[in-house]
């Protein structure tokens, strides 16, 4: 895993998320140009929804395929089908058609977890932590890039060229991944139902629900920030512009990619640690966004004090998740990720309801309340086993299936014996 390895996935990343979310600054000019109502805040949202639920739907249907295909080939094919989609809704004469694209685009955008499981799985465990930080920096890039680059190119070419660049990138990505990275063939390739069902039986473990919970909650303080921030920033009493809020991005990207080293601790063994202090950070950083109506430089230094805890924590979770289900890394981080899809729009839609009936306050509180909520988590969930590989088969039944399906293997004895995995919670 070397550096041309670590940017090339990060770039991955970074293009993938960004065809989910480049639509939020450009939503008025799409709906213009494609005769949705620019006053109808309900269908130009579905601009960006529509690629949110394709994610969802992929989480669940694509990612498990990891654990059972070329990673190198499944990455390069879905972000092969992440550039037909952006080229679709760069091209669409209507909206239907600009609709299509982007579910397609949001399906097959996936190709993050894949790219974060290759990551694991060829990382040595000593370097595991430190990887998986530079490779996920490139969601943080892209969630938060998005909207600044998807700004300025639509000022200076029309909305239809952000759309035109993530196409042409992610084609240029795909080639580069089939050229560049190695194979990573499955060597017992599992069944797909099977998968599916091991992706299921993962909700019963105990780590894995501690561990999803945290996210659902950081993702929904998260979610909170960005999706109502430029409300207050565009009223009294500062009237801002979309690129003057682009600009606030900015702020976050220095706080996530501060975060991006926080992976050596985890492969120092502290995740546990670092996953609380970045917590209490994440709750402290509250108390300075809540500043907003008086003070920008408030609002600058709370924006990086969140950004970077969120990056920490994203990192120290799936970290520990990749280290106790080794064999079974996408289907572990897809799962983990449903919790992500729905902190964020859990947090998207009650920021701006709040916003309506308090005022900054109200999204405030709630974004305070949601980083509590995961600390606690943190504080009273499991604690990761000391066992690597503790989840690993696991399915729906439960581990006592598990074990009655496991592949055999050749004892000391000379006989036959079934690899049995031990519960989390062990």
Do not use: K
């Amino acid at each position: 895993m070397n550096r041309r390895t670590r940017l090339l996935l990060a770039a991955v990343c970074g293009v993938a998320v960004a065809s989910v979310y480049a639509g939020q600054p450009v939503l008025g000019p799409m709906g213009r140009d494609l005769g949705v109502p620019v006053g109808s805040l309900g269908s130009l949202g579905w601009f960006v929804a529509t690629g949110q639920v394709g994610y969802l739907a992929g989480l669940v249907l694509l990612v498990p395929l990891g654990d059972m295909l070329d990673r190198r080939r499944l990455i390069a094919g879905h972000l092969a089908l992440v550039a037909a989609g952006t080229a679709l809704t760069a091209a669409a004469p209507v909206a239907w058609a600009a609709f299509s694209g982007l579910a397609a685009a949001g399906v097959f955008a996936v190709v993050v977890q894949t790219a974060v499981a290759y990551t694991a799985s060829i990382s040595p465990s000593a370097e595991r932590g430190r990887n998986l930080g530079i490779v996920t920096s490139g969601v943080v890039i892209g969630i938060l890039g998005a909207r600044v680059v998807a700004g300025v190119l639509a000022d200076l070419w029309g909305w239809r060229s952000v759309y035109l660049a993530l196409s042409i990138l992610a084609a240029v990505l795909a080639l580069l991944t089939l050229t560049l990275l190695t194979e990573d063939v499955r060597p017992s390739p599992a069944r797909y139902r099977r998968v599916l069902r091991s992706f299921g039986g993962l909700f019963t473990q105990p780590v894995f629900l501690s561990r999803g919970l945290i996210a659902f909650f950081l993702f929904a303080s998260f979610g909170t920030l960005w999706s109502g921030m430029a409300l207050p920033l565009a009223g009294a009493p500062w009237h801002l512009g979309e690129a003057q809020i682009g600009l606030f991005g900015v702020a976050g990207l220095a706080g996530a990619l501060g975060a991006a080293r926080s992976g050596r601790w985890g492969d120092a063994g502290r995740a546990r640690q670092v996953t609380g202090i970045a917590l209490v950070l994440l709750l402290a950083s509250w108390a300075a966004i809540g500043q907003l109506p008086w003070s920008l430089p408030l609002l600058i230094l709370g924006v990086v004090l969140l950004d970077f805890a969120v990056q920490a924590v994203h990192v120290s979770n799936q970290h520990t998740l990749a280290t106790v289900c080794p064999s079974r890394t996408s289907t572990t981080i897809g799962a983990y990720m449903v919790f992500y899809s729905l902190g964020s729009a859990l947090g998207a839609a009650a920021t701006t309801a709040l916003f309506d009936a308090a005022g900054w306050t109200g999204p405030t509180v709630l974004g305070a309340t949601l980083a509590l909520c995961a600390l606690v988590t943190s504080a009273f969930g499991v604690a990761p086993p000391a066992v690597s590989g503790s989840c690993d088969g696991v399915v729906s039944a439960g581990v006592a299936t598990a074990r009655r399906a496991g592949p055999t293997e050749r004892g000391h004895d000379g006989g036959d014996r079934r690899r049995t995995c031990r519960s989390p919670s062990a």
